[in-house]
């Protein structure tokens, strides 16, 4: 199983990024799969999460309204949208399939001006 995440880098508050998560190894279209970070000096938080058929998400409150979880079953690739972002945004998103022990090594997003 692995994931590679993608998409990151400087930008600045009130900017946008999508961000990219490729998987390969397992059967992608049978796992929901959730989008976390982690900030410095922070514990890891889940941001977001897709069903396995893309139907249904679900969001943290703190980026509610201003991230959209998408993803291609038919790629095998998982997608987040992050609009008007701000600088408590700044970390390090990774990917993961629900109920699998496995992670990507994470993209590095940094909301600065």
């Known amino acids: 199983v692995q994931f590679v995440e993608s998409g990151g880098g400087l930008v600045q508050p009130g900017g946008s990024l999508r961000l990219s998560c490729a998987a390969s190894g397992f059967t992608f279209s049978s796992y929901g799969m959730r989008w976390y970070r982690q900030g410095p000096g922070k514990e890891r938080e889940l941001v977001a999460v897709?069903?396995?058929?893309?139907?249904?998400?679900n969001y943290a409150d703190s980026v509610k309204g201003r991230f959209t979880i998408s993803r291609d079953n038919g790629k095998n690739t998982m997608y987040l949208q992050m609009n008007s972002l701000k600088s408590e945004d700044t970390a390090v998103y990774l990917c993961k399939a629900t109920g699998l022990p496995y992670w990507g090594q994470g993209t590095q997003v940094t909301v600065s001006s």
């Open positions: 897709i069903n396995s058929a893309g139907g249904t998400t």
